[in-house]
């Protein structure tokens, strides 16, 4: 199917937000800039206790709110507001370049894709010491500028962009497993296709306070699939043995401090996921 640039096929942009008052704002003044002529921006508040709500009401867009459910509920949500054919999901942190969403919808008006995702996905916060830490547990250089998606997966089952008529089909996002609850693509049965030139930024955690909250989501989302393994991976002193060479090998040995709060946050998710199956972040 090719589409033409009418009213029909008007682009809907939805954002999940919770508890995101430090960056918010970048996101949308970035989110509002962009080049494409024709699309709304949805912003579903999943039950925010910060001042999120309070900033989003000052721009032109869309608010929703629910109960804190999660992101995949929130862009479920979102879809059911929607007026698009093209569905485009931005998480709250995210920075757009200005033709980021020219360039992703792109190929699905040319009727090549489904879905897309970036090619080209940019650390804005690589000075910040955690941020380094943050890339080297994920296995990429400290000062690496891009995700690690961008250095190994040019197909992923995470789309960015996608035909709304393929989301319906599989009735979106699932909205119980919490971590990896934006890989829809798993649910169609087909990968999106990366295009160059679609240029988002986000920020690593930044502090061992955000460290800590992301472990924990994580961990909630790991204890779906061999809990016990898992969790036994993360128990003192195994972090300790695992952190070590990576810090000497970078020179950075708050590293180390950095391995034990983040596997003591996956840990405490993992119990958490276990015992009261809750995976929202």
């Known amino acids: ?40 921006t949805i912003v579903v508040d999943d039950g925010s206790t910060d001042r999120s709500i309070d900033i989003i009401r000052r721009y032109p867009v869309r608010l929703i709110q629910q109960k804190h459910r999660g992101a995949g509920a929130a862009r479920n949500l979102g879809v059911k507001h929607s007026r698009g054919e093209i569905l485009v999901f931005i998480d709250s942190d995210q920075i757009l370049d200005e033709h ?57 089952y995470v789309f960015r962009a ?41 920020k690593n955690p930044s502090s061992l306070s955000d460290v800590y909250t992301q472990a924990v989501w994580m961990g909630k989302g790991i204890s779906r699939e061999n809990p016990l393994i898992n969790l036994i991976a993360r128990l003192p002193p195994i972090p300790l043995f695992r952190a070590i060479p990576r810090a000497i090998k970078y020179k950075i040995f708050s590293y180390i401090i950095f391995k034990v709060v983040f596997d003591f946050g996956l840990m405490m998710g993992i119990i958490n996921g276990m015992a009261f199956r809750d995976y929202s972040k």
């Open 100 to 156: 980021f969403v020219e360039k992703l919808v792109g190929p699905i008006l040319r009727g090549e894709v489904i879905g897309t995702h970036p090619d080209d996905e940019h650390i804005a916060n690589i000075d910040n010491l955690w941020s380094k830490c943050w890339n080297i547990s994920h296995g990429l250089p400290p000062v690496a500028h891009i995700s690690r998606r961008t250095f190994e997966e040019k197909e992923t």
């Open 1 to 40: 199917m090719v589409l033409e640039k009418d009213e029909k096929t008007k682009v809907s942009i939805i954002i999940p937000v919770y508890n995101e008052e430090k960056h918010i704002s970048a996101c949308l003044d970035n989110v509002l800039r962009q080049h494409y002529p024709d699309f709304e």
């Open 162 to 202: 996608l035909l709304k008529n393929e989301f319906l089909k599989v009735n979106g996002f699932e909205e119980n497993i919490g971590y990896s609850d934006d890989q829809i693509g798993k649910k169609l049965g087909v990968k999106s296709t990366s295009v160059k030139g679609a240029i988002a930024y986000h």
